[in-house]
């Protein structure tokens, strides 16, 4: 049985219809064609209330793993990572260490990225930007390391 996993949006101007979600459709796509089962992706209005209810919803539903798509920025209404430490029990700065990395490696503004990566409630959570590009390049840094992850909060040994 394919392990369960979940994309979230986060944008106001996706919620509210103005604008079509580019990158959680990429973020989709990546994990169905890597084995998971994956839902189409959920979207949200940016802020952390929201962005906290929504990662909680997607665990108790049994995402063992949940990916978000934007608002890691610089403006004001970008607090993905404030709803995210809201859940988090246990930060893996590697993770978002490592989407930092090649974020900049494509662009300067790669660096600005305030993403997060942690366990909550026995699922892995990552933030990514919300640009197509970067869940491009941040999807296979996720799937490196997800099922891995999962087999660990199971009590699995190092292979």
Request: hydrophobic share 45%.
């Amino acid at each position: 049985m394919p392990t369960t996993v979940a994309v979230i949006t986060v944008s106001d101007r996706s919620a509210s219809g103005a604008r079509r979600d580019a990158g959680g459709p990429i973020a989709v796509e990546a994990f169905r064609a890597a084995g998971f089962d994956c839902p189409d992706a959920t979207i949200v209005p940016d802020g952390a209330e929201s962005v906290a209810d929504a990662l909680r919803t997607a665990i108790a539903a049994g995402a063992r793993v949940v990916v978000t798509t934007g608002g890691t920025g610089l403006a004001p209404r970008d607090e993905t990572p404030e709803g995210t430490a809201l859940v988090l029990e246990t930060h893996v700065p590697g993770i978002a260490e490592e989407l930092r990395r090649i974020g900049t490696a494509e662009l300067p503004q790669g660096m600005l990225s305030r993403g997060l990566a942690g366990i909550a409630q026995g699922a892995l959570v990552v933030n990514l930007p919300g640009s197509p590009n970067a869940v491009t390049t941040g999807m296979p840094v996720v799937l490196s390391v997800a099922a891995h992850v999962v087999h660990q909060l199971d009590g699995a040994d190092h292979p």
